[in-house]
């Protein structure tokens, strides 16, 4: 059964620095885009990022061009989501996601706040 | 960039009856490349059809999907009361970016 396992979401002040981690596990990694896909508390699903396999192609939402940075590690079978300069718009419940131009795959998310 | 509107945004029907669902792209789209997730409280989206008609593993086939152009359905033939949530339509493949629908709530009535 593939699985895909989010952690390091949690509460940030404006302008602070959260890493997430998405650890994935049953399929072959290297071979698939993933994706980064949040969804603000009582909203629908936004895209946020996505990676090739080989980790050379990435593309952001202009909502977080220039302050978040997608990458993989494709020895650890992991994604990650560097976000720099959070805002109070940036509350979300963020999904990796199996990424074949449809999403097949999801994990269960990781909630990050940006309060003060 | 495309953008998708999603009709109803609210729809109320009784387990045992046919639900039409409707995503519109602002511009024509090539059809292979349209998904339909269903979402229920406190879960992640679960795909269910992509490239427009073909359902997803495990999916039931009272799901399907179709369209064309502009105008895409997702229809479920007969609701069960686990049907219940709320349906996202996405289209890829025409550019980096990627698009969803703002969502229809299927509620029972």
């Known amino acids: 059964q593939v699985q895909l396992v989010e952690s390091g979401g949690g509460l940030v002040k404006p302008g602070g620095s959260l890493r997430l981690s998405c650890a994935v596990s049953?399929?072959?990694?290297?071979?698939?885009?993933m994706s980064w896909i949040r969804q603000a508390p009582g909203k629908g699903l936004e895209w946020v990022s996505y990676?090739?396999?080989?980790?050379?192609?990435?593309y952001y939402a202009d909502s977080v061009k220039g302050r978040f940075t997608i990458s993989r590690d494709n020895s650890k079978n992991s994604l990650y989501l560097q976000m720099n300069s959070l805002r109070a718009d940036d509350t979300a419940v963020y999904y990796c996601?199996?990424?074949?131009?449809?999403?097949?795959?999801w994990g269960q998310g990781t909630l990050v706040t940006v309060s003060s | 960039e495309i953008v998708l509107t999603q009709s109803p945004g609210t729809l109320s029907l009784s387990p045992g009856e046919r639900a039409t669902l409707s995503c519109r792209a602002s511009?024509?789209?090539?059809?292979?490349?349209f998904a339909w997730y269903q979402q229920k409280p406190g879960q992640a989206p679960r795909l269910l059809i992509y490239?427009?008609?073909s359902r997803a593993t495990g999916i039931p086939d009272r799901f399907s999907g179709s369209g064309s152009g502009t105008e895409f359905t997702l229809t479920i033939s007969r609701l069960e009361p686990e049907d219940f949530a709320v349906y996202y339509c996405?289209?890829?493949?025409?550019?980096?970016?990627?698009?969803f629908g703002q969502g229809t709530r299927l509620e029972i009535k």
């Open positions: 996601a199996r990424d074949r131009g449809f999403h097949d795959y």
């Open positions: 049953r399929f072959t990694f290297s071979d698939y885009y």
């Open positions: 990676i090739s396999g080989s980790g050379t192609t990435m």
């Open positions: 511009q024509s789209v090539s059809s292979s490349y």
């Open positions: 490239d427009a008609s």
């Open positions: 996405q289209h890829y493949g025409s550019s980096p970016q990627v698009t």
